[in-house]
């Protein structure tokens, strides 16, 4: 059974950074597609970031690119994500979640394993 758990979180003021990490056990991670997701209060889980098994490929949300970069250490089993000029509208629970695949995916349904998240709170 893949368990993973996420690090990182907590409170930061506007337009600063934080690094996310998400922790894998219990299966091949340098098999596994990794994604981020978040969700914000009163809000649907929305995708944010993913990356293949070997990190050759990812993709983000349109509302983070260029702020955001996820990138993995197959060595560690983990997988991060950079989180730079943060907004106040960036504040959610942020969950790492991954499956057994060859090319990234975007959709959380496509998913099959899933962290319990991390708090990120953004301060005005």
């Known amino acids: 059974q893949v368990q993973l758990v996420e690090s990182g979180g907590g409170l930061v003021q506007a337009g600063g950074s934080l690094r996310l990490s998400c922790a894998v056990s219990?299966?091949?991670?340098?098999?596994?597609?990794m994604g981020w997701f978040r969700q914000a209060p009163g809000k649907e889980r929305e995708f944010i970031a993913t990356?293949?098994?070997?990190?050759?490929?990812?993709s983000y949300a349109d509302s983070v690119k260029g702020r955001f970069t996820i990138s993995r250490d197959n060595a560690k089993n983990t997988v991060y994500l950079q989180l730079n000029s943060l907004k106040v509208e960036d504040m959610a629970v942020y969950y790492c979640a991954a499956r057994y695949g060859e090319v990234y995916y975007n959709n959380q349904a496509q998913y099959t394993y899933w962290g319990q998240g991390t708090q990120v709170t953004v301060s005005s």
């Open positions: 990356i293949t098994w070997n990190g050759g490929g990812t």
């Open positions: 219990g299966g091949t991670f340098s098999i596994l597609t």
